[in-house]
């Protein structure tokens, strides 16, 4: 029997496995902090963030995702890395871990670092890693791009408030919607000891904006704010739910971005669902559609869905659904409506909204001004009036536009779920005419 | 009779006349030829009023171009004291944001942004403009200047983003770039902020421009010429083995981090398009010059 010897993994090994094991972790943006660099050391942070790269699957590759290590104590029945698993495990140096950051960095390959690890003995002890890490980072490499590390739930509090003043945002994963899907999915995880550290991230940026107002230049703590992660799919909870919680961590934690990773089928486990059509790419696109308008447009989650509709609509995005059950709210004159009112017309967004209300202070604007400023006119016409104007006459029926919408070939992403066909009827045919001797007369 | 005096006018070659501002407005139009640079644009915009030209009738245009029958050339000799009043005029009645804006679309490739700037300052000036200069969208050259300065910001962004450099022996960065419009000057701050105590290089070959920056000191631009041109070629043929090194790992991580799952070329298409895809290192294939 010949011996398998383990040794030393290359480099490039270890970042094979650790790369592949962060990759569900979908939280990827680099903005939200503004920081010039000192002129003694290396890198810059741009608020609005760069998107360096996009991966096959379409997502933006802007910072270096990799795990500390993917050993792990704890046994949650979705993960890859998971202790029951048999997978080859790997663990990074701190040196590693920077020397490729800083190299990647030059290049200019990424915009900084994303650091989540598996839990190695205990958490404070794997928050302790992390920390170290950052801190040679920022130290002794003087690196000041952006950072983004993940809390480790059930550490130390001292450990999360040291490495909340080195880092750029500071992010804990909520992993499931509710306490009963996580009990289930996730045993050694529980929601108390989720939410602590958010409450104590959030509290320490609240002090921090006064000490900053005080002293410009005082150390800041996590500048980026704070986010997280749900995934969808993977229990049974419905839109409502997901939205509700999403809605009550944006008021009662401050967070700045909730994502939403569609469940991918990664380990054969009976807790698990069978998903036989794929990840739920329409749910998680929807989900993200409704959290925008949370942010962005000022809906709320009960305007949106209900306990009666607890799901969204498979053929119409959220904004279009709400704006077809509310046609008492319509038509908009464009002209005289306030800011408020123009955001929920489907085919004006907030940039468009923002262009009409500066625009119309300097003259009257009309269907040809608002296309070329670049209000989606095929969405919007059915809701806008211009001057007391429509653009075509259009009768404000609820299946009449919902047909009319669907018509001019809403793409719907991903070959959602189903629908390939329609009712047919005899006025589809755009020649029929009443009188078949007219059609003779033509031809003649 | 004004065809003669200004077929006359053309055969003596003598450009400067008197104005016609009492015959057939609708026929006659001014045109202010100007070279293709910000100082020339604007030195064109001061001489039309400096000329007092009727600014319906004015044309602004970049080089030459198709000539017109029945319109005066004006040739405007660029001059910077000129140019910076425009510019100073601009930044304190429209604002910081305006300037920026028309700087941009100075940089885009379109033979007409001459007169979308030189008619954007004219109705600014004029007055009929509330609040923002760049907000009066309902105006079509208003709205030109602000097209033309959002493709250039795009076209500068992306650059920042889609740019790989290479080190070279000596430990220089050295980047290649091939942009739609001139931005060399843009994104040259960002970088040199960025990595303060490195000496790299910025290569636009389609303009045959390069910002350089040494470790510890100010950037600045070049224009390059042939010999230049080509040593620039061959530096980039001298990598180092830590490049190759690198460059190989980035691949990989690029190729790990993608869920088969979730696979969307068409998304990735949109998001990055193939004509960004010529100098980055992990988009080469096998036998690709740029892979290493």
């Known amino acids: 029997m010949s011996l398998q010897i383990a040794t030393e993994m290359s480099l490039m090994e270890k970042l094979e496995i650790l790369s592949d094991a962060a990759k569900y972790d979908v939280a990827c943006t680099s ?49 890859l ?18 020397r490729l950051t800083i190299e990647f960095y030059r290049r ?47 550490a130390d509090p001292e450990v999360i408030r040291l490495a ?37 991230i959030q509290n320490g940026i609240t002090v921090n904006k006064d000490e900053l107002a005080l002293y410009r230049y005082a150390p800041q703590f996590v500048p980026a704010g704070q986010s997280t992660q749900m995934i969808i799919g993977a229990t ?16 009662k934690f401050a967070l700045k971005r909730v994502f939403y990773s569609a469940f991918v089928h990664v380990n054969e486990d009976k807790a698990l669902p069978a998903l036989p059509g794929g990840p739920p790419l329409l749910r998680e696109h929807r989900l993200y559609q409704a959290d925008w308008l949370m942010r962005f447009y000022g809906f709320e989650a009960n305007e949106l869905l209900s306990e009666e509709r607890p799901d969204f609509n498979i053929l119409l995005d959220p904004k279009a659904d709400w704006a077809l059950r509310h046609l008492e709210e319509f038509p908009v004159e464009i002209n005289r409506a306030s800011y408020e009112r123009l955001l929920r017309v489907p085919g004006i967004g907030v940039k468009s909204a923002q262009r009409i209300v500066q625009a119309r202070r300097s003259s009257m604007l009309d269907f040809g001004h608002l296309k070329k400023i670049g209000v989606v006119l095929k969405r919007a016409l059915y809701f806008i009036t211009c001057n007391g104007r429509m653009m075509y006459p259009v009768r404000l029926d609820e299946d009449y536009i919902t047909r009319q919408m669907l018509d001019c070939k809403e793409r719907l992403p991903f070959d959602a779920d189903g629908v390939t066909y329609r009712q047919l009827s005899l006025f589809d045919d755009r020649n029929f005419v009443m009188d078949q001797n007219q059609m003779i007369q033509k031809v003649v | 009779m004004t065809v003669t005096v200004l077929i006359s006018m053309a055969v003596t070659g003598c450009m400067k006349r008197q104005s016609l501002s009492g015959m057939e407005g609708g026929m006659e139009e001014t045109i202010l030829v100007c070279e293709d640079s910000i100082e020339g644009v604007l030195t064109a915009v001061y001489c039309a009023y400096e000329w007092k030209l009727n600014h319906n009738e004015t044309r602004v245009q970049i080089g030459e171009a198709d000539l017109c029958m029945f319109a005066v050339y004006r040739e405007v000799k660029t001059d910077s004291w000129r140019a910076g009043r425009v510019a100073a005029t601009i930044r304190k009645r429209f604002g910081e944001e305006a300037w920026e804006d028309i700087c941009h679309a100075l940089a885009a490739e379109d033979p007409e942004k001459g007169q979308a700037v030189y008619q954007t300052i004219v109705a600014g000036i004029s007055g009929k403009v509330r609040g923002r200069l760049m907000g009066a969208l309902a105006n079509d050259d208003v709205r ?41 000057a843009l994104i040259m701050p960002h970088f040199a902020d960025r990595f303060p105590l490195e000496n790299f290089v910025i290569a636009d070959t389609r303009r045959a421009v390069a910002g350089i920056h040494a470790a510890g000191k100010d950037w600045f631009l070049i224009r390059m010429d042939i010999e230049t041109a080509e040593q620039m070629e061959s530096m980039e043929e001298h990598y180092t083995e830590q490049e190759r090194e690198m460059a190989e790992l980035f691949r990989h991580f690029c190729h790990t981090i993608s869920i088969r799952e979730r696979n969307n070329l068409r998304l990735q298409q949109q998001f990055l398009p193939l004509k960004y895809r010529g100098f980055m290192t992990e988009f080469a294939k096998k036998d690709d010059k740029m892979r290493l």
């Open chain 1, 81 to 98: 890395n998971r202790c029951s698993n048999d997978v080859p495990r790997a663990t990074f140096t701190p040196d590693e871990v920077c």
């Open chain 1, 236 to 251: 049974p909870e419905n839109d409502y739910q997901i939205l509700s919680v999403a809605e009550s961590l944006y008021q």
């Open chain 2, 144 to 184: 030109r200047v602000f097209e033309l300065s959002r493709h250039v910001y795009n076209e500068a962004h992306r650059m920042k983003q889609f740019l790989r450099f290479r080190e070279v022996e000596g430990g220089i960065l050295f980047a290649r770039i091939e942009p739609d419009a001139d931005v060399a």
């Open chain 1, 164 to 200: 909340g003043f080195e880092v750029d945002r500071m992010s804990i994963n909520l992993e499931l919607p509710t306490a009963e899907g996580l009990s289930r999915l996730a045993p050694n995880k529980h929601r108390k000891t989720i939410l602590a550290p958010m409450r104590q």
């Open chain 1, 31 to 79: 903005s939200g902090s503004e920081r010039k660099g000192d002129g003694k050391g290396i890198g810059n942070t741009i608020k609005a963030g760069i998107c360096h790269s996009f991966a096959g699957d379409g997502r933006c590759i802007s910072l270096l995702k990799i795990l500390f290590t993917n050993e792990c104590a704890y046994d949650c029945k979705y993960c």
């Open chain 1, 108 to 154: 200019n390959y990424i915009e900084g670092l994303f650091l989540s690890s598996g839990i190695l003995y205990n958490p404070t002890y794997t928050m302790g890693l992390i920390y170290q890490t950052v801190y040679k980072l920022r130290h002794e490499y003087h690196f000041q791009g952006y950072v983004h590390i993940k809390a480790i739930p059930g």
